[in-house]
């Protein structure tokens, strides 16, 4: 079974500044999707961004973007030029490539204050 | 506009009655999920389908039942049999056959006394 740890609860960084979510999984598939998720006080989920494991590139959108070191298994989150509504629940996601059979596994998520 | 609705935001029931949870989407997106989700925990999942007419148990689905009738809807019951049912709930969908990511709901939040 696949395992996906988020080891820091919260975190806190000033605005316009960068900070960096950490995530680490386990697992014995080489197919495999990573994504990282958002949760803002409205509680709705939000896709943030999404990594291929068989791509060596690193997954970026806009301000967000990730490190992944498949070998060291693990997929951390940059958010450079933090701004307020980024304060939210992040979590890190998990999914075995199965096709028909694609389910998610979460973190147990990181709360990110940004500071004014 | 394409979206996933929940239906209701807030549900308050009595500890022994069943109750439903409604998940509808419209972005033609064969397979949907529930999950429930506590304080300081991530998001568990309840029950997935892929097709119409077929579902499968995920990982917490004692309490729990689920109907899939058409593509668009799948709604989840929380029977009686459910020890702890007061959670936050969320639908989420994707394609069957990729992209492969979730879209979610905006959930309920179910509250049992």
């Known amino acids: 079974a696949q395992t996906v740890t988020q080891s820091q609860p919260e975190m806190s960084v000033q605005e316009a500044e960068t900070v960096t979510l950490s995530c680490t999984y386990d697992t014995s598939e080489n197919n495999y999707y990573l994504f990282w998720y958002k949760q803002p006080p409205s509680r709705q989920m939000i896709l943030v961004i999404r990594q291929e494991a068989y791509k060596q590139q690193n997954a970026t959108e806009n301000r967000f973007s990730v490190n992944f070191q498949k070998a060291a298994k693990s997929f951390s989150l940059k958010i450079s030029d933090s701004q307020l509504g980024d304060t939210a629940m992040y979590f890190c996601a998990f999914m075995k490539y199965t096709g028909a059979n694609s389910k998610l596994t979460f973190g147990k998520g990181i709360t990110l204050s940004v500071r004014p | 506009d394409g979206g996933i609705t929940q239906s209701p935001k807030y549900l308050f029931r009595k500890e022994g009655q069943n109750v439903t949870l409604s998940c509808e989407q419209n972005?033609?997106?064969?397979?949907m999920y529930w999950y429930r989700q506590d304080p300081g925990q991530g998001l568990r999942l309840i029950y997935y389908?892929?097709?119409?007419?077929?579902?499968q148990k995920g990982d917490i689905a004692e309490g729990y039942s689920v109907s899939r009738e058409k593509k668009e809807s799948f709604p989840l019951t929380v029977t009686s049999a459910q020890k702890n049912p007061t959670a936050f709930y969320l639908c989420a969908s994707s394609f069957r056959d990729g992209p492969y990511e979730q879209y979610f709901g905006p959930g309920t939040r179910l509250t049992v006394t």
């Open positions: 972005l033609n997106h064969d397979a």
């Open positions: 389908s892929q097709i119409v007419n077929d579902f």
